[in-house]
């Protein structure tokens, strides 16, 4: 779980990393005010929520598991954890 949210978090950064090596190339100060207005935060922002949600859909289709196979949920035997699984058994 803490790998999907740093993956996201990953993701919806990059618009400003991007932005932020843009302001650099071309010898503008990252720390400028004038250069971060709330208009370009609010568009980098969507950009990153657009980022966001390709990856999970992107996850989602990929991730190897069927939709044929039944759930079982996590439960404890013999006093261990056996972690949720798809399966038969």
């Given at each position: 779980?803490?790998?999907?949210?740093a993956?996201?978090?990953?993701f919806?950064l990059?618009?400003?990393?991007?932005?932020?090596?843009?302001?650099?190339?071309?010898?503008?100060?990252?720390?400028?005010?004038?250069d971060?207005?709330?208009?370009?935060?609010?568009?980098?922002?969507?950009i990153g929520?657009?980022?966001v949600l390709?990856?999970?859909?992107?996850?989602?289709?990929?991730?190897?598991?069927?939709?044929?196979?039944?759930?079982h949920?996590?439960?404890?035997?013999?006093?261990?954890?056996?972690?949720?699984?798809?399966?038969d058994?």
């Amino acid at each position: 779980m803490a790998r999907l949210l740093a993956l996201n978090a990953l993701f919806f950064l990059v618009p400003f990393a991007a932005y932020a090596a843009w302001l650099l190339a071309t010898k503008r100060r990252v720390t400028d005010p004038q250069d971060w207005r709330n208009r370009i935060i609010i568009r980098l922002s969507a950009i990153g929520v657009v980022f966001v949600l390709i990856g999970l859909v992107l996850l989602v289709s990929f991730s190897g598991t069927s939709t044929n196979e039944t759930y079982h949920p996590a439960e404890i035997r013999d006093g261990q954890i056996v972690p949720g699984r798809f399966g038969d058994e």
